[in-house]
């Protein structure tokens, strides 16, 4: 069926063209983004190779708009782009497509109804037939698989459920009290932690469908597990210090599979050791990232380690001062990491026994991740006008393997963000990307947001960004900084507001904000700033500095440090970076200014917003900033949406916030403008 519409579209195209009369040079006009748009984009997952290297399986997730969430379905594209095919359909969808390594079995997870309920492992043969059930498991989550390299077994991650399944035609029982005895007692989507919520890992037997536990450990966690090429071994990390929850010091270990097996602990840095692992081709040796100690824990810049299974350490491209994930080895042994670099994000080829590293990727962009097979690489990339989608990466270039963007992207009037930088007050530069509006014409100040990103250990990059682009068609222009704290320049940058928090950030962000005015893009008198989880808590600090901003929109932020103690999920950071509040009361006053000093400090309009169940940033830090400006009488706003975590995953709720942030930033932008502001939803709608 796909090659006759493939076909009659070809033919459609040759007999127009035979026609004089119309004007093939004509090209439809482009249109502005639109909201409606959110549900068009089609969410291409990462790569997934197959063992013969001609194939590539992955998964597009699109909104359901009448059932108001997003559905994943399987997809295949063969190594040379000549062939597409979607494998799976329905309304329950599929995610973490694989490969069986005979290559005969492709599987995947789905809570379409079967035998056992909930998310499951489900196979279909390649060569065709419908999906089965493989896995039954119902006392636990699967959090994660893969094959054994024999294909006779799967390797499972699983966590144990809040509250068992209901039984078939009765009503679930009342859930019964939470008993806790943990120092680190709640996370966000998790909720809180019961004394045996620890992920562990089981061996699937295929031929008896049973699931044995791996080893012999006891409420600890145990992740990232990757077999062995040769079948011989499993590598996985695991923080197995005595109370693991008040350390930050996981390891690589590596176990025979085989049920109740003794794990080996091969690293020895009391740090975090682990990330995505991978194995060398001799099955040797394990490639993974090592970060740095538990002060600097929301600050850390991973670097390039690799350690034998004999517990041997070294240390690729030594003095590289950037961080580094996802590291994979080529057959021939040589060894990458991608790389967070200054707005960009890309493949580097690392020195096993030197300092330095290969960039393997000049083109400006974001590779989000990638799969090598075979000699063969596919990376998921994307770059400030063009959608995540799969791509060969041969000899240094990009070779586009999916186009499911294409069309939808072929309409749109998008725009580039500029690099741009300015110096601090301390003379530190910073960097920055600003994205004009559509129709910009030089000279002309718009009104202009400031977007702060969260984190703070994360990066502002050339890469698909709905919001720069929607802004870009309503006449604003959008600043975002990669403010000291981000990652992108080194450890030495990313640690220097450890204890000092709403102090450096804020002068590198108002640094950026004066280059933009100066540049002659933004309006001086038409400033607003804006942001999420980290972001909405430099929102607080910044219109707590200063007045120049008309509007503020802080998302899941916090003014009152202290108040968090306890209440959000990190505690390792309040102990370990600040201290606990009795030991050092006058610091959680001082980087809590913004709602101590709210009377003498905050003018500025602000709208606050939050997710009912986050327990990343818990919606009281947002409530008490409303409530406080309320108190005082100044305006302000509180938006509440219920059920959802610190990331939200109602399409209804997201495109909400979208109108909600637009209405706010025109109230106080664009006075006169025609459009009026959206209307919050009635009580319990």
Known sequence: MLFK???????????????????????????????????????????????????????????DTKDDKSVGHLWMVKWDGSVHLQLTYGKEGASSPKFSPDGRYISFMSSRPGPAKGDQVWVMDRRGGEAEQLTNVTDQNIEGYSWSPDSKKLLLTLHPKAEPDPEEGKPPAPPKPIVIDRYHF????????????????????????????????????????QWSPDGKWIAFESNQDPDPDRT????????????????????????????????????????????????????????????????????PAAKFDRSVSHPYFTPDGH????????????????????NGIKRLLPEQGTVMSLDSVAGHTALLYTNDTAPPELYAFENGALRKLTTHNDALVAELNLVSAEDIAAKDKEGVEIHGLLTKPANYKDGSPVPMILFIHGGPNGQDSHEFDFLRQWLATKGYAELNVNYRGSSGRGQDFAKAIAADWGHYEVEDLLACVDKAVAMGVADPNRLAVTGWSYGGILTDYTVASTDRFKAGISGAGVANAMSFYGVDQYIQQYDNEIGPPWKNPKLYEKISYPFLEIDKRVHTPMLFMGGSSDFNVPLIGGEQMYQALKSLGR????????????????????????????????????????SSPAQPNKQGE
């Open 5 to 63: 519409l493939v076909k009659s579209s070809l033919c459609l195209t040759l007999a127009f063209a035979a026609i004089p009369s119309i004007h093939a040079a004509d090209t439809p006009k482009k249109r502005d983004i639109t909201l409606d748009d959110l549900a068009k984009f089609q969410r291409v997952s990462p790569p997934t190779i197959s063992p013969d290297g001609e194939w590539i399986l992955y998964t597009v997730s699109q909104i």
């Open 186 to 225: 709640k996370q966000d989507i998790q909720g809180y932690l019961r004394n045996d919520a620890y992920n562990a890992l089981y061996l699937w037997d295929l031929s008896t469908k049973k699931a044995e536990k791996l080893t012999n450990g006891k409420n600890v966690d145990e992740n990232e597990a």
């Open 248 to 315: 930050d010091n996981p390891d690589i270990f590596i176990v025979e599979p085989k049920a109740g097996s003794t794990p080996k602990k091969l690293t020895t840095w009391t740090g975090p050791d682990g990330g995505h692992l991978a194995w060398s081709p001799d099955s040797q040796s394990i490639a993974y990232t090592q970060g740095a100690k538990i002060e600097l824990l929301e600050y850390s810049q991973a670097k390039p380690a690799v350690v034998t299974i004999d517990g041997k350490v070294s240390y």
């Open 335 to 354: 060894l990458s990491y991608l790389v967070a670099d200054d707005r960009n994000e890309y493949p580097a080829e690392v020195e096993m026994n030197g």
């Open 635 to 674: 305006p302000t706003e509180l938006i509440v949406y219920p059920g959802q975590f610190h990331g939200f995953t109602r399409p209804s709720y997201i495109k909400d916030r979208y109108e909600r942030w637009l209405a706010w930033w025109d109230k106080y932008l664009k006075p006169n403008a025609s």
